[in-house]
């Protein structure tokens, strides 16, 4: 610790603090522009010297740590004069149109002058232009450079956070300037945190562009409905209109950053296709409906059917509060075990999963994750589909040198911070985590005498395990040897193990023998819903209760439950927010199958092939329309605010289900509660784990810059639960043939799930799916970026255009999931989880 | 005096290695390797040399930072980006007698153990660079660069690298910086090079000259240093003289030798019969000085003590009737083209002033520009990243103030009074 006096009061600070930390730290506050927490700091822009006793300059505070007993002084007059200074200079070359420019009313530059600067401008000559117009930078991205403080923040955020590093200078001195390479179209991940942290109107939101200003927007505090990585965010509206998404610096794990999806995917809430009344097939054919005449509608086809005999469905993007009353009405109004969040995972895959990566033991903070000695990024493609947690390694490990692992089978964007990286085979990463945990096992065998399971290792053996991942000996000795050397690891379990269930043991395996040799394990879930995590702590799982306690009875999943309509074995479904027709997760069509219920009861957003063939069509809100709670995929349980509401007769899922249970019932298991908060803390008493959650911290601004709000961290649940044991786990792949190939899928940077393809600006910047191979197999096959290629599976076929991919696997291609046009589930034949396809130039 | 720093340039072929050892050359480094790196140290820091490059930054100093740890790699950056203008000393060295160089960075390099050295020098001078890779050549042909030098344990390499026309790349932490590939601008000081340079590993950076003494240290001895020059300031200098005086060019001197005596002596007096104005005596960014100081020494407390500094040494020599306003605006114009851009009252503020200067020397000054002048100085100085605006400042400050009569003409429409 240190002693420090600033401005005459004295305080005590850890020792290393910046002075300007410091300074806040003690209620002071110091002007700043090149200075940005998290970033690097570079003091190049003068504004927060401050006068240290005994040192005859002037120090930049934000670079400068506090040394034991230094006086710091903060509001003398020449500092006072070195602020006006420097913000002279800043205007002596600035634009000053905030007449016409996006920023004007939130701006740093204005909020600084009028509070430090000069009152009267003194620059006379003519001013330094860098262009005429302003310049279309990228789909999203727009740029004027005459209003630049030079403060690098664009550039070091895109380097040092994102790890695009597209961004740079040109020119020198006050021709100097932040942009592209000589000012081109950024190829780049198109996130827009060049913009938000961007403090004048250089960089501005392209769609946003004109379209408000400030003061005229409302804004919510927000959760980001794509994945789970739970970044919080304000979207923010003008007459009805969302018009603008943003992150607030020091809010949320995420701070000021979001990705592409986040911040500019909130448009499909704008959609003129969304559904504003609800729908009743009359004649075969859906007509607009009162709400009392739906619910009637409902309440007579649906009390006839026995409870059993009813399927229910409600998709991961819902609230904790919309999840948990669904479960709810389905068990006790309804009285059917039959319920399901998704339509890609089968629930036994996913109660395994939840048991190996300890999920039941409560919430893991990514930054503890991050700030392992060792972090095994593996089974998924961090980078594109939870980009802000690829941000927080990359920039942790940077600052912390922890050591980052990559196992994957395509290359991705943290792999320039991973000091090593595995390109196993698709389905091999189960092989490769048992390899390890062998490998560790066998040489320290003699400290892990009495390793519990140990007869999991019966009948391995690493020569077999590593042809199985494609990983070659010295790749493993360089992973077991990172581990040796690490006293905490970080697994992350990604998405892939709930496609290759094989991992899902493995990494049991791996964990327990890094405990035996002592290491502290944190087990990081990456999912890509919003509130999966959340869905499956609610009970929506055929086998789970809520807070993870073992249903009372076992229902159907979701494949089981079309497989079931299909033969006769249910007779209706209620779907909430998913579309098991456009999606077709089972072996058997599932339009078919749904074509022999008697029943279908459908909310949603938007018409969706499963409502178009409902009896009935209860149009409900996006985030952003309602309150309530996700819980992320580390366990953080945050609250988001209504903005503004659904469209039309539109409704909040919460109301909608209370109304439904209304009319079914006015006795036993009513959930007809429509307020979220009361919801919750009946969640609090039925989940144990959310019972010491705290909510408020969550929308505070917090200016310290301390985004682990741990209050926020679900606890551990009680009791626990034995997951059914997965039957086998030999790897389901097919054969390869010579001249085939491995197919694999997943997200894509723009696009996850159906949601983000309803967003007009992310279908802008992604259209289309696209083939992706390696560029040895693409030239094998005499194919070019951008040509078609026409992939065939055993009883799907599909023409795409063709993209290279320089770190892919040989023998591997990829179709990204859930692209109209593209049902890439159908070469998942049921059992099948690595399919084999053939792939010809077409 | 005998020379040691000019002593081989205009010999017949002096750049070439059998040219420099049949002068004597590459001894001082046989009779180094037989001493321990910390005795070398020792003698430099004895002899009182003090960096040629500008700052006087004793050199035995700053080469004992180097944290002894023989794991870590350590690497020595000879700084010879000579970009201050009225600078050539450097330059002269590296045409004519590269080895001198070399022999001088071998020794350092053994002394400070590292293995690398890099010799970072300025886009313009291709000549240069090549001869210094022909040198190179030639030493690693000899076994003189490469491993086990003399049969000893010392191994070296040499590289050569070009700048790209940057002037802040002369400023040390610039130049690492564009040295690894970056974008030519300083970095933040601590930590100091000498703990994380190059590549974050421990560097010495020193200037042409300065590494070209160290042979001399070493083979005769430092009491023979110190027996030239001043006492806080010894050794030998170089001084280029250029502007109004009759001989200009390279002369090596006594640290200490009064400017008189190097303008009416050595380089023969004034061009013409227009007596002597103003002199800056250590490149550009040093203030000027008038007549009336021609008794200073060349030495760098004398020239601290007048307000200025000894810089590089370069001395350039302006007679009555030079415009002082437009000497403000070249000087200025050259600063702010050369601001590299990273701080905000240097790039801001140096094009401001040139911008002011411009209208000045064009006559088409207002009322109160040079208060303004002086102003934006005040806003400049002490609070730029580097010190590349506190030079600017500081000669123009140096201009206004022994000559604030030419600007007030200039700025009243008056014409110039020069
Ligand atoms: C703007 C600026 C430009 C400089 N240019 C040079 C140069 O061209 N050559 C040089 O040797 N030193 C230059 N220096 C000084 C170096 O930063 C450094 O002090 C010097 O190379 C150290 O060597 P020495 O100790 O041998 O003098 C410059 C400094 C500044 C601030
Ligand atoms: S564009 Fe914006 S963020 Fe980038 S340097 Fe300029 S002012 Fe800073
Ligand atoms: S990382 Fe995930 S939660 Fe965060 S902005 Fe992107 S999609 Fe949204
Ligand atoms: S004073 Fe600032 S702008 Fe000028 S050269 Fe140094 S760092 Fe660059
Ligand atoms: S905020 Fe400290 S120098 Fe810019």
Redesign the pocket.
């Known amino acids: 610790m240190a002693t420090v006096i600033i401005n005459g009061k004295t305080s005590s600070v850890k020792d290393g603090t910046l002075i300007l930390d410091a300074a806040r730290d003690a209620g002071v506050e110091i002007p700043t522009f090149c200075y940005q927490a998290d970033l690097m700091g570079v003091g190049s822009c003068r504004m927060c010297l401050v006068e240290i006793e005994g040192q005859k300059k002037l120090q930049p505070s934000c670079i400068t740590p506090v040394m034991d007993g230094m006086s710091i002084q903060t509001e003398t007059p020449q500092i006072l004069k070195a602020r006006q200074g420097v913000l002279e200079f800043f205007l002596s070359n600035h634009a000053l149109d905030c007449p016409v420019c996006d920023k004007g009313g939130e701006c740093e530059l204005q909020d600084m002058v009028y509070k430090h600067g000069p009152v009267e401008g003194r620059y006379a000559e003519s001013k330094h232009r860098f262009h005429e117009k302003d310049y279309i930078l990228s789909p999203v991205i727009v740029k004027n450079s005459n209003r630049c403080v030079q403060c690098l923040r664009c550039v070091r955020v895109c380097d040092e956070v994102v790890g695009r590093n597209v961004l740079a200078s040109l020119g020198r001195g006050h021709e100097q300037e932040e942009t592209s390479f000589l000012r081109s179209r950024l190829d780049c991940d198109h996130c827009g945190n060049c913009i938000e942290v961007c403090p004048v109107g250089c960089f501005m939101r392209l769609p946003y562009r004109y379209k408000s200003r400030p003061w005229d927007l409302k804004g919510t505090d927000t959760i980001c409905p794509y994945c789970a990585t739970g970044c919080r965010m304000v979207v923010e509206e003008r007459d009805g209109e969302a018009l603008r998404a943003r992150a607030q610096i020091g809010v949320g794990i995420n701070s000021e950053t979001l990705c592409a999806r986040g911040r500019f995917g909130f448009d499909f809430i704008n959609d003129p296709r969304r559904l504003t009344t609800p729908l009743v097939k009359k004649f075969g054919k859906l007509e607009p409906a009162t709400w009392s005449e739906a619910l009637d509608f409902i309440s007579e086809k649906l009390s006839g059917i026995e409870g059993e005999r009813i399927g229910g469905l409600a998709s991961p993007v819902l609230t904790n509060e919309e999840l948990y009353s669904f479960q709810k009405l389905m068990r006790s109004t309804l009285g059917s075990p039959n319920i399901d969040s998704s339509t890609r995972w089968d629930p036994v895959v996913v109660e395994n999963y939840i048991a190996a990566s300890a999920m039941t033991s409560g919430g893991l903070s990514v930054f503890d994750a991050a700030e392992a000695d060792t972090l095994f990024v593996a089974g998924t493609q961090l980078s594109d589909e939870n980009p802000i947690v690829d941000y927080i390694a990359r920039r942790i490990s940077a600052e912390r040198g922890t050591r980052i692992i990559v196992a994957s089978v395509r290359d991705m964007k943290l792999d320039s911070s991973a000091g090593l990286s595995i390109r196993h085979l698709p389905g091999g990463l189960g092989a490769l985590m048992k390899a390890a945990a062998l490998s560790l096992y066998e040489s320290k065998k003699d400290k892990l005498q009495g390793f519990a399971g140990v007869e999991r290792f019966e009948g391995l053996s690493a020569d077999v395990l590593l042809g199985e991942a494609g990983v070659s000996s010295d790749e493993l000795a360089a992973i077991t040897k990172r581990f040796e050397t690490s006293a905490t690891v970080a697994l992350t379990a990604g998405t892939d193990l709930l496609r290759q269930s094989c991992g899902i043991l493995a990494l049991g395996l791996l964990s327990d023998v890094l405990k035996a040799l002592g290491k502290e394990v944190l087990i990081l879930p990456i999912l890509d819903r919003a509130n999966q995590r959340g869905a499956w702590e609610m009970g929506v799982l055929p086998g789970l209760a809520p807070g993870y306690r073992t249903a009372s009875k076992r229902g159907l999943g979701t494949k089981e439950m079309i497989e079931a309509a299909a033969a006769g074995g249910i007779d209706a479904m209620y779907v909430i927010g998913e579309d098991p027709v456009g999606e077709n997760p089972s072996g058997v069509s599932a339009f078919d199958a749904l074509s022999k219920l008697s029943f279908i009861l459908v909310q949603d957003t938007f018409l969706t092939d499963t409502a178009a063939m409902a009896d009935c069509v209860l149009p409900g809100a996006f985030p952003a329309e309602k309150d309530g709670t996700f819980t992320n995929q580390e366990g953080r349980v945050q609250a988001m605010r209504r903005l503004k509401a659904p469209p039309g007769d539109a409704r909040a899922y919460l109301a909608i289900i209370a109304s439904v249970s209304g009319v079914l019932s006015s006795t036993t298991g009513v959930c007809t509660k429509t307020n979220s908060m009361q919801v919750f803390n009946e969640i609090r008493k039925e989940a144990p784990a959310y019972a010491g959650v705290s909510l408020e911290f969550n929308n505070r601004k917090n200016k310290l810059n301390k985004l682990d709000n741990r209050e926020a961290l679900a606890g551990a649940s009680e009791g626990g639960f034995t997951p059914v044991a997965m039957t086998s786990c030999a790897p389901a792949a097919e054969q390869r043939g010579e001249g085939e190939f491995y197919l694999i899928t997943g997200n894509t940077l723009f696009h996850s799930g159906r949601l983000s393809h309803s967003s007009p600006t992310l279908t802008g910047l992604q259209k289309g799916a696209a083939l992706e191979l390696s560029e040895a197999d693409a030239s094998a096959l005499g194919l070019s970026s951008g040509e078609e290629a026409r992939v065939q599976g055993n009883d799907y076929e599909v023409t795409l255009p063709v993209r290279l991919r320089k770190g892919m696997r040989d023998g591997v291609v990829y179709i990204p999931e859930f692209f109209p046009g593209v049902s890439v589930e159908r070469f998942f034949t049921t059992g099948v989880s690595l399919p084999v396809v053939k792939v010809k130039k077409s | 005096m005998e020379k040691i720093l000019l002593k081989n340039i205009d010999k017949p072929e002096s750049h070439k290695i059998e040219s420099y050892i049949k002068n004597g050359g590459y001894n001082a480094v046989r009779e180094a390797l037989k001493l321990g790196p910390d005795d070398i140290i020792q003698r430099v820091k004895d002899s009182g040399i ?8 004793p ?1 035995g100093l ?1 080469w004992s930072f180097i944290p002894k740890d023989p794991t870590l790699d350590k690497y020595l950056c000879c ?6 203008p009225g ?1 050539f000393k ?1 330059r002269a060295i590296m045409d004519n007698d590269p080895h001198l160089l070399l022999e001088g960075m071998m020794i350092t390099s053994y002394a400070i153990g590292a293995a690398v050295g890099y010799i970072y020098i ?1 886009g313009e001078f291709e000549f240069g660079a090549k001869r210094l890779e022909a040198a190179i050549d030639e030493a690693y042909r000899e076994g003189y660069l490469g491993k086990n030098i003399f049969g000893s344990e010392f191994s070296l390499d040499m590289y050569v690298h070009r700048g790209a026309g940057a ?9 690492l910086e564009s040295l690894e590939g970056g974008r030519g601008q ?1 970095r933040k000081k601590p930590p100091f090079p000498a703990l994380a340079g190059l590549y974050g590993k421990p560097t010495v ?7 070209a003494c160290v042979p001399a240290i070493i083979e005769k001895g430092v009491e023979w240093f110190k027996s030239t020059g001043t006492e806080k300031s010894p050794g030998p200098k170089i001084f280029g003289v250029s502007g109004h005086v009759k001989k200009p060019g390279l002369y090596e001197l006594p640290m200490g030798t009064t400017l008189r005596e190097l303008i009416y002596e050595h380089c023969g007096g004034m061009r013409s019969d227009k007596p002597l104005k103003a002199v800056i005596p250590g490149g550009v ?1 040093a203030p000027l000085l008038v007549p009336e100081d021609l008794d200073t020494t060349m030495d760098f407390e004398a020239m601290g003590a007048k307000g200025t500094m000894l810089g ?1 040494g370069a001395v350039i020599v302006m007679e009555e009737g030079t415009c002082m306003v437009k000497v403000a605006y070249i000087t200025n114009r050259f600063f702010s083209h ?1 601001s590299c851009g990273k701080c905000t009252p240097c790039r801001e503020g140096t094009i401001w002033i040139t911008k002011i200067l411009k209208r000045l020397e064009e006559d088409r000054g207002r009322p109160g520009d040079i208060d303004l002048l002086e102003e934006l100085c005040g806003n400049i100085f002490g609070r730029t990243f ?3 605006g506190d ?1 600017a400042v500081m000669a123009l400050r140096g201009a206004i103030t022994h000559f604030r009569d030419e600007f007030l003409n200039h700025a009243a429409h008056k014409g110039c009074t020069a």
């Not at chain 2, 002037?167 to 130049?175: K, S, V």
């Open positions: 003090r960096g040629r490059g500008g700052a006087g930054f050199t700053k700084n010879a980006d000579e970009g201050e600078t450097d300025r002037y802040i790349c002369g400023e040390e932490t610039a130049l300083p950076i020193n200037n042409v000259e300065t590494l960014s590089s050369e580097c010190p590349l030079g």
